[in-house]
């Protein structure tokens, strides 16, 4: 085949199949993924660590495999990316998110992404940009500088697994590793235009360690794909019980019979901001016809009252108390390694970031204590809308894609709608499920001047599943692969 036939196997789907059936070698694969990558990136800033040998070595030995007759795995030859935040793979860069002197920081261990992706066969060939610490919704760094969004090089890719969202939407790759602890695989996939798949807490096992309980706010590993049938993929070969994950689950999901259930008859609890978060109304509109896509395919769509007890000032506040203790704990870790980011760093550590964190040792029991009653509250009005209602459907955020900065420093916005709101994160309504281990899921729900609007979905409690079944059923009447156009017909400039 000629690399401009393999460019067109846009899909890991289509790539797995042709190279099981020998139409197309995984070397071939390997070579033109790495030839696009290092024409469109860098103007991009996606990919951020490269292991090109590595990834050709395994496409060879993948090319012994399938001339011997071997059997070969479910993504078998697809090139795939990983974020260089949470993601573990020996001998990689283990950065936190691009900090400079972490950049020798070498891993030891695996992370189940790319563990998991190269037991189904897949090839891991390099890491994605992050933020520090991947405290924003946004991805930007001192070091590599912002990831820029591929429908319109100006702006955000959004994060924090921009880089894995920009790189997909941009056909780097067709999957990606993301993470996400407050909508880090649900925000880029919007803003980016792409399927971002956020698990239940525990269906992909997470390992922490020395502190097996350590992850407060639920944090998840997932996929980022530009189908949802690549999603069920990723989502089939990640899956599965590990016993170093006390959360982890023991039954699998049916993610290929999900594509294919369908949602007739299935009820669904649409909200435009959660009664409590300022939309952008361009967003709103868009969002609120979109949804009528589930009745089309014969769901039961009503309009719901969320009725949370808090402001989106004070939920966005939460979330930054409770992600400061892991980054808190993280860089006291580090210091006692000989490795103090306050001292060595400084500058690359955002004000954004260390305000909350260098407030940490004063928080009290009490104050623990009632930021826990108050995600309580919140799962408890979750479960009991699920006791009516399938799916929640919502926009994945309430802004559209920001203009980059060129300080490092690239955030969300501080107003919407003449309200303030956290630009750190207070924009983006995916981090509800991060409070309670619901499975979500955004998708492209449209474009609004050119730019991708999210649409997310939202399942109960490890019925993931469902989610995979409805998101599935909106791509089938509402496709949007025709979006791509855009990203392919960039300029290969830096703007």
């Known amino acids: 085949m000629s690399l401009s036939d393999i460019t067109e196997l846009s899909t890991a789907a289509a790539i797995a199949d042709a190279v099981k059936s020998g139409e197309v070698s995984p070397v071939e694969v390997i070579d033109a993924t790495i030839q696009r990558i290092e024409q469109r990136n860098p103007s991009l800033s996606a990919v951020t660590y490269q292991d090109y040998a590595g990834a050709r070595q395994a496409a060879r030995q993948l090319e012994k495999a399938i001339i011997k007759g071997e059997p070969t795995g479910s993504l078998a030859g697809v090139p795939v990316l990983m974020k260089d935040l949470f993601g573990f793979k020996p001998g990689w860069p283990a950065s936190c998110g691009l900090v400079s002197v972490l950049r020798d920081n070498l891993a030891t261990g695996w992370s189940m992404f790319p563990q998991r992706m190269e037991a189904a066969g897949a090839i891991v060939l390099g890491q994605t940009n992050s933020p ?3 405290f924003r919704g946004t991805t930007d760094n001192k070091t590599v500088g912002p990831t820029r969004n591929p429908f319109d090089l100006t702006r955000n890719s959004g994060g924090s697994s921009g880089g894995s969202a920009a790189a997909v939407a941009d056909g780097l790759v067709p999957l990606a590793g993301a993470t996400d602890g407050g909508g880090s695989i649900r925000i880029p996939a919007a803003w980016c235009g792409v399927v971002g798949f956020q698990p239940s807490a525990g269906r992909i096992p997470f390992i922490a360690r020395p502190n097996a ?19 069920a993929l990723a989502m089939t070969a990640l899956q599965g019980a590990d016993v170093r994950d006390p959360s982890s689950l023991s039954v699998d999901a049916d993610f290929q019979q999900a594509l294919v259930q369908g949602v007739k008859g299935k009820r669904i609890g649409f909200t435009p901001d959660f009664g409590i978060f300022p939309v952008e109304l361009k967003i709103k ?33 939460l979330w ?22 306050r001292s060595l760093c400084p500058d690359e550590l955002p004000d954004s970031m260390m ?4 407030a940490v040792p004063s928080y009290t029991f009490q104050q623990l204590s009632e930021d826990q009653k108050i995600r309580t509250r919140i799962y408890d009005r979750f479960t009991a809308l699920f006791e009516t209602y399938d799916y929640i459907v919502a926009p994945t955020l309430a802004a559209m894609p920001v203009l980059n900065s060129t300080d490092g420093e690239t955030q969300g916005p501080c107003k919407i709608n003449g309200e303030t709101v956290d630009p750190l994160i207070g924009w983006c309504m995916t981090y509800l499920t991060n409070y ?22 939202i399942g109960r409690r490890h019925d993931d599943a469902g989610v995979m079944s409805a998101i599935a059923a909106f791509e089938s009447e509402r496709p949007w ?15």
């Not at 769509?301 to 939920?315: C, K, R, T």
């Not at 108390?321 to 490795?339: D, P, Q, S």
């Not at 305000?355 to 260098?358: I, T």
Request: hydrophobic share 40%.
């Open 132 to 134: 520090v610490f991947g």
């Open 213 to 231: 309980f350590a992850i407060s706010c639920y944090l998840y590993e997932g996929p980022i794909t530009r189908t949802v049938k690549d999603a």
């Open 285 to 317: 509109e868009l969002v609120t016809s979109a949804v009528n896509t589930f009745a089309n395919a014969g769901a039961i769509v009503e309009n719901i009252h969320i009725g949370f007890d808090y402001s989106q000032s004070e939920l966005s506040a």
């Open 320 to 341: 930054s108390r409770i992600t400061a203790i892991g980054v808190y704990n993280t860089l006291e870790e580090l210091k006692n390694k000989g490795r103090d980011l």
């Open 355 to 358: 305000r909350w964190v260098d």
């Open 436 to 457: 309670t281990g619901n499975p979500s899921a955004s998708v492209p729900a449209g474009l609004v001047d050119g730019l991708p609007v999210g649409l997310m979905v």
């Open 481 to 495: 692969e025709g979006i791509y156009r855009i990203p392919e017909g960039r300029s290969l400039d830096r703007p």
